[in-house]
């Protein structure tokens, strides 16, 4: 693993828990409604390129979908 890989790697770390233990239904620490469309829209998007970066080409196309959408859905919010 180079430099640069880590360097794209490391703030996707916040996303590896939730990743895991995102169906549990015990699991109430993740903040669902709480995080605001503007910023994981952009963070989706991040992933995608990281996705992109290591070849995942499944969480490629997930985590375009899902930034996109989210980002969209943002503007719409912000222009109501």
């Known amino acids: 693993m180079s430099t640069l890989d880590v360097v794209i790697a490391i703030p996707l770390i916040p996303l590896a828990p939730i990743l895991i233990t995102w169906w549990l239904p015990w699991e109430r620490w993740i903040p669902w409604g709480k995080l605001?469309?503007?910023?994981?829209g952009p963070y989706c998007l991040y992933a995608a390129f990281a996705a992109w970066?290591?070849?995942?080409?499944?969480?490629?196309?997930?985590?375009?979908?899902?930034?996109?959408?989210?980002?969209?859905?943002?503007?719409?919010?912000?222009?109501?």
Not at 36 to 40: F, N, Q, R
Not at 55 to 80: D, P
């Open 36 to 40: 605001p469309k503007s910023v994981l």
């Open 53 to 80: 970066h290591f070849k995942v080409w499944w969480a490629l196309f997930v985590a375009s979908l899902v930034g996109l959408f989210l980002c969209l859905a943002a503007v719409v919010e912000h222009m109501e």
